[in-house]
């Protein structure tokens, strides 16, 4: 049915992990019921077709990445010394980079927050804000900053370092 579909499908994302796959099992049995696939004919093609298993796998994984990646205003990246804040805007991605020195609690241990909060004028924090204009679609710029170890964050973080910047 989908056959000349998928064989020019290009992944716009990534293939969703096996454990992604198992906690959206319903939702990916709806999605291959919705082609005509009940599970007989899915344990057909599991056996006997690798090719469409995997381009439907792709399919799946994209329209999941796609509603996901739509609603994404806010992510983060964290670790030891560095806090990168994104926020998406309508036709960018604005930035707020928090550096600290090697001397000073690292940004991973709990109550890194509220020390951060307490010491944002110390002179071994430094801050970085930025904005880059995205062209083309925005979500792969989103998928862009997750492959790259970013994870989706409330509004919080960013939201409470952008109020101190702007007084």
């Known amino acids: ?4 579909f998928l064989k020019n499908f290009k992944m716009k994302y990534a293939r969703l992990t096996l454990e992604q796959f198992e906690e959206l099992h319903e939702e990916f049995s709806l999605f291959l019921a919705s082609q005509s696939i009940d599970k007989k004919k899915w344990d057909e093609l599991k056996s006997q077709n690798s090719n469409i298993v995997a381009e ?10 796609d509603r996901t990646l739509e609603k994404v205003e806010y992510l983060e990246n964290l670790s030891e010394n ?4 994104f926020k998406r805007q309508k036709k960018s991605i604005d930035l707020i980079l928090i550096k600290s020195e090697e001397n000073v609690p690292s940004l991973v241990n709990e109550g890194a927050w509220q020390w951060l909060i307490e010491n944002i004028k110390h002179s071994s924090v430094t801050i970085f804000q930025s904005s ?5 679609d925005f979500k792969v710029a989103m998928f862009g900053l997750i492959k790259n170890g970013a994870s989706i964050a409330k509004a919080d973080r ?3 370092i952008k109020s101190f910047l702007s007084k």
């Open 82 to 85: 560095h806090l990168f804040l």
């Open 56 to 65: 439907e796998m792709d399919l799946f994984s994209d329209m999941v990445w």
């Open 132 to 136: 880059k204009a995205i062209e083309g």
């Open 1 to 4: 049915m989908w056959g000349f």
């Open 158 to 160: 960013f939201e409470q």
